[in-house]
């Protein structure tokens, strides 16, 4: 018997020093197992065990998790889950919240949790748009959201205005409405502001709310005050691009500022290029340099309204990006002459995505059967909507140019260019009691398949 148990005995001491062992998963801090199967006296391993079985956690998230609370300390954590499955949201997205912020199970359920979920489904959010906020910034649950919205409601916000603006600011719910948001809109309010801006404003660009008033918002005003000369400028801008206020002036405007001038721009298009294409003059002044040179280098007259415009579409654009662009107007026959031509005459048709420019292009050369070279003297087109204009008006052509009732004479390029009141007239009114189906035809619920002739192009 003493030489079966000293036979044994190593067997069971090499067991017990094995790193993982029957699904013992151990903490390299602590080198503490943690066991699958829940022991009913250590806390730990409940709250491990709650957090798999209930909350949905792998065993390492809910190791983890473990490690900042004691499932203990919970008086009913079920129905905190519950509250969440009640309000739409999906397994998946209790086991992000709950990894991300467990100390949830810990928060108030009746004074905060409850109070909080009906609230956010009084404006609007459940199912996914509740759990795409509650994941974002899970701490909104345990917030005084209420004074958040009371005090937007107070400015005149909606309720989907308020939706909008905390969707894509959640941590606004955490703030101290009566300290850091109201001294805000009171200095909007203070600039010229009326009720209404105000809610666009905040609508457009919730992070402002987040910004300094004292370190950013009031000397950013003084800047733009000091630049633009008047307060009726500063708010001409503001209006135009609201997230100026949230720039450096110093640092980014008055270099790029500085730029234009020494190249001949005169102050009177500088304001321009602040009130139509203000998004250049916040990119790092090196590319802006490289920008402003190479617009110079393609002949735009730094006198003129397109010099600013040809700015404003390049800066939309990195190199990377840009070089995909003329890239894709190659593929369809055009020259680099041909591209920087149509870029001189219309140099918003850079600023259309790549997918849009093949998808134009191909419609344009493809079905319709033009040149690649008259598109690049009429870049204007690529701007023009693909949905709502060119292929329904190209699919009543094509309905009337099966029944013989248009020639083939007809330029196309007038016809995409036409106003809208002058096509129905032409087009659909005139011809819609012969050939009904051209009123379907112009809301684009008709196929276009290509015209049966090709139109000329001028």
């Known amino acids: 018997m003493l030489r079966l ?13 094995s790193p993982i062992c029957h699904g013992h998963l151990f903490s390299t801090s602590s080198l503490k197992p943690i066991s699958d199967t829940p022991n009913s006296t250590d806390p730990k391993s409940l709250t491990v065990s709650f957090l798999r079985n209930s909350c949905g956690l792998s065993l390492e998230l809910a190791a983890s ?37 467990p100390l949830l199970l810990l928060a108030d359920l009746g004074n905060t949790l409850k109070p909080n979920m009906e609230l956010f489904k009084s404006i609007g959010f459940s199912g996914a748009s509740l759990a795409k906020m509650l994941t974002k910034f899970p701490t909104v649950l345990e917030s005084d959201a ?7 409601r107070a ?22 409405a009566q300290k850091t948001l109201k001294p805000k809109v009171e200095f909007f309010r203070s600039l010229g502001l009326s009720d209404l801006e105000i809610t666009k404003l905040l609508s457009a660009s919730p992070y402002i709310l987040r910004t300094s008033l004292e370190k950013q918002i009031i000397p950013c005003v003084q800047e733009l005050r000091r630049i633009l000369g008047t307060d009726e400028n500063v708010l001409k801008v503001i209006k135009a691009y609201s997230e100026v206020i949230r720039i450096n002036v110093v640092h980014m405007l008055l270099p790029n500022i ?54 404003g579409s390049m ?8 070089e995909l662009k003329v890239q894709a107007f190659r593929s369809f026959g055009l020259s680099e002459d041909e591209i920087y031509a149509a870029f001189k005459r219309h140099p918003l048709c850079m600023s259309c995505s790549e997918k849009k420019i093949k998808k134009m292009m191909d419609l344009f050369v493809n079905k319709l059967k033009m040149k690649p070279s008259k598109i690049s003297k009429c870049p204007i087109l690529l701007q023009l909507s693909l949905e ?17 009732l248009i020639k083939e004479d007809t330029s196309i390029v007038y016809i995409l260019r ?40 001028t």
């Open 5 to 17: 148990i000293s036979v044994n005995l190593p067997q069971q001491l090499r067991r017990r020093a």
């Open 65 to 101: 998790a473990s490690e900042k609370f004691n499932i203990k300390e919970v008086k009913n954590p079920n129905s905190v889950l519950n509250l969440l499955r009640t309000h739409g949201l999906t397994q998946n997205h209790i086991i992000q919240l709950i990894s991300s912020r």
């Open 146 to 152: 209420y004074t958040a919205v009371d005090f937007f």
């Open 155 to 176: 400015q005149g916000l909606s309720d989907v205005q308020i939706k909008t603006l905390t969707m894509k600011c959640p941590v606004l719910y955490t703030y101290n």
């Open 258 to 311: 500085a730029t234009l001038i020494s190249h001949g721009v005169p102050q009177s298009l500088v304001f321009k290029l602040f009130f139509i294409r203000p998004l250049p003059l916040r990119i790092d002044s090196n590319r802006f340099n490289e920008i402003v040179s190479d617009v110079m280098k393609l002949g735009f007259k730094p006198n003129c309204l397109q010099f600013i415009v040809a700015i």
């Open 315 to 322: 800066a939309q654009n990195s190199k990377t990006l840009w």
């Open 388 to 404: 709502k204009r060119i292929i329904p008006r190209c699919s009543v052509l094509q309905l009337l140019m099966l029944k013989g």
């Open 418 to 457: 036409m106003t809208e009141k002058k096509f129905m007239e032409k087009f659909v009114s005139k011809y819609q009691n012969e050939v009904p189906d051209v009123v379907k035809a112009n809301q684009g619920k008709i196929e276009f398949q290509g015209l049966p002739v090709a139109p000329t192009e």
